[in-house]
């Protein structure tokens, strides 16, 4: 996290990952293969501003975020037979809190990217080729929320 500002806040991740299977029992898990969601980078960045604000007659803060997610190729499966792509989601949230309460409006996945979160083997078709079955990512989410602190 960086305070560029008092109202202004950036953070970010980054992961780089070199893996490989080193062993299995399973004979047809080859030594070498990638380990199963595991890219080799993903990273996520993120901007936040806040500022005191009343609303109602309430005293509290305004909140405005936009953050970013990437995720990397990378293998589904110990015998590395199914592939998935890369993906980057963008999220956007704005909102007011106290110490009552929370308002806030929200949209993931606001370009509504549009990517396999996960897969795995299902068999094998009558012409030899591998079945899979994939589970989609989350298509864009629009909502609202609130909170009350009792």
């Given at each position: 996290?960086?305070?560029?500002?008092?109202?202004?806040?950036?953070?970010?991740?980054?992961?780089?990952?070199?893996?490989?299977?080193?062993?299995?029992?399973?004979?047809?898990?080859?030594?070498?293969?990638?380990?199963?969601?595991?890219?080799?980078?993903?990273?996520?960045?993120?901007?936040?501003?806040?500022?005191?604000?009343?609303?109602?007659?309430?005293?509290?803060?305004?909140?405005?975020?936009?953050?970013?997610?990437?995720?990397?190729?990378?293998?589904?499966?110990?015998?590395?037979?199914?592939?998935?792509?890369s993906y980057g989601v963008l999220d956007l949230r704005v909102g007011w809190s106290n110490a009552?309460?929370?308002?806030?409006?929200?949209?993931?996945?606001?370009?509504?990217?549009?990517?396999?979160?996960?897969?795995?083997?299902?068999?094998?078709?009558?012409?030899?080729?591998?079945?899979?079955?994939?589970?989609?990512?989350?298509?864009?989410?629009?909502?609202?929320?609130?909170?009350?602190?009792?």
């Amino acid at each position: 996290n960086y305070q560029i500002t008092p109202n202004w806040r950036l953070d970010g991740t980054l992961a780089l990952l070199e893996t490989e299977i080193t062993g299995s029992a399973d004979p047809t898990v080859q030594d070498g293969n990638d380990v199963p969601y595991a890219p080799a980078v993903s990273y996520s960045l993120g901007a936040e501003y806040q500022t005191d604000m009343a609303l109602f007659g309430a005293d509290g803060q305004f909140a405005a975020r936009i953050g970013y997610a990437f995720t990397g190729k990378r293998k589904a499966d110990l015998q590395n037979r199914i592939d998935l792509e890369s993906y980057g989601v963008l999220d956007l949230r704005v909102g007011w809190s106290n110490a009552r309460m929370d308002l806030y409006a929200f949209v993931e996945n606001a370009l509504d990217e549009d990517y396999i979160e996960s897969a795995g083997l299902f068999g094998v078709g009558p012409d030899g080729t591998p079945v899979t079955a994939s589970t989609p990512g989350q298509r864009r989410k629009i909502g609202v929320g609130a909170n009350v602190r009792f």
